[in-house]
């Protein structure tokens, strides 16, 4: 197998509190391969962003990482200074994030944006830069790209504003690109066209796609293998059909099981006990536990289950088998 | 079971203009913004009737009619048989305005945050004059909180349970007909599961209706006993959901269904729909689906479709039950 483009080895960020000292992400790690989409999932709070944004070192302070590394294509990048990770950030890491709108200058021409961008990185002439950001406009499938490079932003559509920051993203040819949420602002058919433009890109050019989001069914359609967070950990890591259909961490069975879904009727949703921890009041063993209805004795024990102390799939010391799993999508 | 809802014919139009100074000296028109355009349908009680539609299609817009936050710029709601835009005696109006409710998107916009739960949840009552004696504890442990949860403040609680306090405060009033405005669309999947699941159990028990306000297909499937399709404020289909989603017949419909995400869509490769929804302020002559439409024939783009009744559902289109894909 090829080298990965990204990999996370035991990642850990810390945010210093007056409370002490929190986790939003503990101990996560993952390889992305070329031409390969890992999709994020996990409820609001569980640490997916963070991890995304800690791979471009977009980490607000006081948030830092407190240990673990992260490799783009064989070269360690967490420890770089900030002089250092601009030349990846942009150049070698796109990024896209959820709204369109805050994410391009209002003041500013999206042309102008681009070509800055693609100057910046790729250091050619002014007319080759224009050249290339019409071109990068065409291949997101932005109508009339020519005339339309001198627009501004307030003068696209959400889906059409979604598609300039996507060739912002991919100007400089990325070899990684993080999408956080890139969907979760527009409509259905909207999204099914960004979704299907990232698809392609991502085969065309080899990329790696890191795909965070909360829609389990963008990322049945979209990802080659899903890792599932909870409470700043992966539960669950694996080929998303394999994942979706028999899931072996019973927090994923949970949240497949509480999914409205189309092939099963008015039956009643199944519910998850209770509410996701605060980072603050994490329970000893396994985060999930108090919320499990499999939790044995072990479970409660320091410390948690971790993916590579088990099977190598589910964080979880007693994995679900298909006959247990019967929540999910049958 | 009799008609909770009727509405007949409903348009509404929100002047979009700029300043009167603005026209006289830059020559410009009246702009007119059609949000809702002749939509007609009826609502069981206890039932589920839900709207589903893109952004800008107007299925808030009828909510609001619905509940009387707006007035229709023409045609009628009828609830309970009362037309509460023309109804003159006071009584009436009083009665029928106790009977509905409304349930908002945003838990955190829709609480205020200097009351107290309690007072939230009993101002319904209040403006009724209903006696309040322990009605919010008695609501909070039938939304699945706790008692003495009547002294905290909404920022105590998390997303799902402010929900579930709204749906406490919809209930203060015993009214008949609820109307939900994307109630789940800001909370998480677990959450969502929660919330539907206790709203369900109180339609059942309270004897509810509720008219579902959502863009997201799989919870209207999941919840709605019937459904109706708006695009460019028309209602283009009307269906059970197990008709609409097994056989759709209007092409728009058609669309929608296909390009939603699948749980067991493993490598779908989707044809995306080609193009975007049409500025409402200039919508398309005729049907206003024809320049997105696959089965566009001459006639849509002159003569507007009405909606008819094809086999078990109602549909505005001429092509009905033709599948392009």
């Not at chain 2, 009167?20 to 589920?48: C, G, H, M, Q």
């Not at chain 2, 023409?74 to 005696?89: K, M, Q, R, W």
């Not at chain 2, 909404?154 to 007909?177: D, N, T, Y």
């Amino acid at each position: 197998m090829s080298q990965p483009v990204l990999s996370v080895r035991d990642l850990i960020v810390e945010i210093p509190t007056r409370h002490g000292l929190l986790k939003p992400v503990d101990g996560v790690s993952y390889d992305i391969s070329p031409g390969e989409i890992l999709g994020v999932v996990g409820e609001s709070g569980a640490g997916k962003s963070m991890t995304g944004n800690a791979v471009i070192g977009l980490l607000d302070r006081p948030a830092r990482i407190a240990s673990g590394g992260i490799y783009l294509n064989g070269e360690r990048i967490d420890n770089l200074s900030l002089a250092q990770l601009r030349r990846y950030r942009g150049k070698q890491i796109g990024m896209v994030f959820q709204d369109p709108l805050t994410s391009l200058n209002p003041l500013l021409p999206i042309g102008d944006q681009l070509t800055e961008t693609i100057q910046e990185h790729l250091g050619v002439s002014g007319g080759e830069a224009h050249n290339r950001a019409v071109a990068a406009l065409d291949e997101v499938g932005i109508p009339a790209a020519k005339e339309r490079i001198g627009s501004y932003p307030h003068e696209f559509s959400g889906g059409m504003r979604q598609r300039v920051v996507i060739a912002l993203a991919l100007c400089a040819e990325p070899s990684l690109l993080i999408a956080d949420e890139p969907t979760t602002a527009l409509d259905v058919s909207v999204q099914a066209q960004i979704t299907s433009l990232l698809k392609r890109l991502c085969r065309e050019r080899g990329m790696a796609v890191m795909l965070v989001t909360h829609d389990m069914g963008v990322i049945a359609e979209t990802a080659d293998r899903v890792a599932v967070m909870y409470a700043g950990k992966l539960a669950e890591l694996g080929p998303v059909r394999e994942v979706i259909t028999s899931p072996r961490h019973p927090y994923t069975d949970g949240l497949m099981g509480s999914t409205p879904l189309a092939s099963k009727g008015k039956r009643r949703l199944h519910q998850i006990p209770g509410n996701m921890p605060r980072l603050g009041q994490l329970p000893d063993g396994c985060a999930f536990h108090p919320r499990c209805p499999y939790t044995q004795d072990r479970c409660k024990a320091d410390p948690g289950p971790r993916l590579k102390t088990c099977d190598g799939r589910a964080a979880c010391w007693f994995p679900l088998d298909g006959a247990q799993a019967a929540k999910g999508v049958a | 079971m009799g008609i909770i809802v009727s509405v007949k014919n409903l348009t509404r139009v929100f002047d979009v203009s700029k300043p009167w100074l603005n026209r006289v000296i830059e020559r410009l028109p009246k702009r007119k913004l059609t949000a809702v355009s002749d939509v007609s349908f009826e609502i069981t009680e206890n039932t589920v009737y839900a709207l589903v539609g893109e952004s800008g299609s107007g299925k808030s817009t009828i909510g609001k009619m619905i509940v009387g936050l707006l007035p229709p710029s023409d045609g009628t709601v009828e609830i309970e048989g009362v037309n509460l835009a023309t109804e003159t005696d006071a009584g009436v109006i009083e009665r029928v305005r106790s009977d509905i409710q409304m349930i908002f998107q945003d838990p955190y916009a829709s609480l205020n945050p200097r009351w107290k739960v309690g007072d939230i949840i009993e101002e319904p009552a209040v403006a009724n004059g209903d006696a309040t004696d322990g009605l919010a504890e008695k609501l909070l442990e039938q939304v699945g909180l706790s008692a003495s949860d009547v002294r905290k403040f909404p920022h105590e609680f998390s997303g799902g349970q402010r929900q579930r306090i709204c749906v406490a405060r919809a209930l203060a009033s015993e009214p008949k007909l609820i109307v939900c405005d994307e109630p789940t669309s800001a909370l998480d999947v677990s959450v969502q599961a929660q919330v539907l699941n206790l709203m369900s159990d109180l339609k059942d028990e309270f004897g509810l209706t509720y008219l579902f306000i959502s863009h997201d297909l799989t919870v209207i499937q999941h919840m709605a006993d019937r459904i109706g399709v708006l695009y460019l404020g028309r209602l283009v289909e009307e269906a059970s959901p197990a008709d609409l989603f097994e056989t759709p017949q209007h092409p728009y419909t058609q669309m929608l269904l296909e390009a939603a995400p699948r749980m067991d869509g493993f490598g779908r490769e989707v044809t995306p729909p080609e193009g975007e929804i049409p500025d409402p302020i200039n919508p398309p002559t005729g049907c206003a689906f024809h320049p997105r439409c696959p089965l566009a024939i001459d006639r849509c783009a002159t003569e507007r479709p009405v909606l008819e009744q094809k086999e078990k559902a109602r549909v505005a289109c001429f092509r009905a039950g033709e599948r392009a894909i």
